[in-house]
């Protein structure tokens, strides 16, 4: 696959999980500066690993729950719970990716993953 199918395929699924509005605003604040960045990362993370078909959507998308919990990358586990919904996750799937990540990465960060899972699901009437 060539660099620009890579970064086709990239959008086309960067698109499905996250939504084309979350795409569109990102997609507004490129600069000359970001751009070379967010074009490796829509080619490489979303065109050659989310691609893939050795995982499917949903279980990519717990995958993405755990890892922003286990790293405290609260913005992005927030950006996952809402596309969660996308790749069909319930709300009490997402729990239980919390309950399982808190068993792993302590009390402090599921509690702190529930309230944020919350806000998003308050937020986006969910």
Request: glycine share 8%; hydrophobic share 40%; charged share 30%.
């Amino acid at each position: 696959m060539t660099d620009e199918e890579r970064h086709e395929a990239g959008m086309t699924i960067r698109r499905k999980v996250l939504g084309d509005a979350h795409v569109d605003r990102a997609e507004a604040k490129r600069t000359e500066f970001s751009g070379e960045i967010q074009d490796y990362i829509t080619r490489m993370v979303w065109g050659s690993v989310w691609t893939r078909p050795g995982l499917d959507l949903k279980t990519r998308s717990c995958m993405a729950l755990t890892v922003m919990m286990a790293l405290g990358r609260w913005e992005e586990f927030r950006l996952h719970v809402k596309a969660a919904f996308n790749n069909g996750l319930c709300k009490d799937e997402i729990k239980e990716v919390i309950l399982q990540t808190t068993a792993y990465c302590g009390a402090p960060c599921g509690n702190h993953a529930l309230a944020e899972a919350e806000a998003v699901f308050a937020q986006e009437n969910l």
